[in-house]
């Protein structure tokens, strides 16, 4: 028989009862833990058996009402008074045994309530991490010159990290011994800036020369159209 319970992380799984106490790992999250043993199932309540009354035979029942005695009709009249006192209580606004019934509402099982938590939880994480996803993905890069360290190469090609304060200054190259002078211009930073920044740029102009050529591809029909109207 399966059951329901839930990883480390929260996440709501299913096993057979014979795998309680296997060592598995979570399908979602990756998570390897025990599996824990099925909760404990509801003793079933044993429901009586009645067992049907033999009904009065016929000459007993001719013979206590010869007596004066009558148990059907009385009956039948303690039914149909108990009918007419329910219906003078429905008249009077009560129930239908006189008494008023209030439906109570049926609590969340502490299961559903835990699982609903859960599944709270694992929204507001998943939104918090998109917004943050998206944050970063919409904060421009920093240029150049906000960088507290950038890389510089020696004219042999040697790559340096170096700090901003220290850029203007005349440095040896540990690697070659070659002398040179620290430039913002020369680093691999400014350089990745301004060829992507050369890209833009050369990207808004070809936009700018394909809306004109459509200009004149326009303006060259709509004048072969008023031709070919004149001509006629």
């Given at each position: ?173 540990p690697v070659c011994r070659a002398v040179y002078?620290?430039k913002l211009e020369n680093s691999l930073e ?40 004149s001509s006629r």
């Amino acid at each position: 028989m399966n059951f329901q319970f839930y990883c480390p992380q929260g996440h709501l799984l299913q096993a057979d009862t014979a795998h309680a106490g296997s060592i598995i790992v979570c399908p979602i999250c990756g998570t390897q833990f025990i599996i824990p043993a099925p909760p404990p199932q509801a003793v079933p309540v044993a429901t009586p058996v009645v067992t049907p009354v033999a009904p009065v035979s016929q000459p007993l029942q001719q013979s206590v009402q010869e007596n004066g005695l009558d148990f059907t009709s009385a009956s039948s009249a303690g039914r149909a008074g108990g009918r007419r006192g329910n219906d003078l209580n429905a008249l009077l606004g009560g129930g239908a045994d006189g008494n008023s019934v209030e439906e109570t509402p049926e609590e969340a099982s502490p299961f559903a309530m835990m699982q609903e938590k859960k599944e709270k939880e694992m929204r507001e994480k998943a939104a918090a991490e998109a917004k943050k996803t998206l944050t970063s993905a919409m904060k421009a890069p920093p240029k150049a010159e906000e960088l507290s360290l950038v890389h510089i190469p020696c004219p042999k090609g040697h790559v340096l990290d170096v700090d901003k304060e220290m850029i203007g200054q005349r440095v040896q190259c540990p690697v070659c011994r070659a002398v040179y002078d620290l430039k913002l211009e020369n680093s691999l930073e400014y350089i990745q800036e301004k060829k992507k920044a050369q890209e833009l740029e050369e990207m808004r102009l070809g936009k700018i020369w394909i809306v004109r050529a459509g200009i004149a591809v326009i303006l060259v029909i709509l004048f072969l159209i008023v031709m070919i109207f004149s001509s006629r």
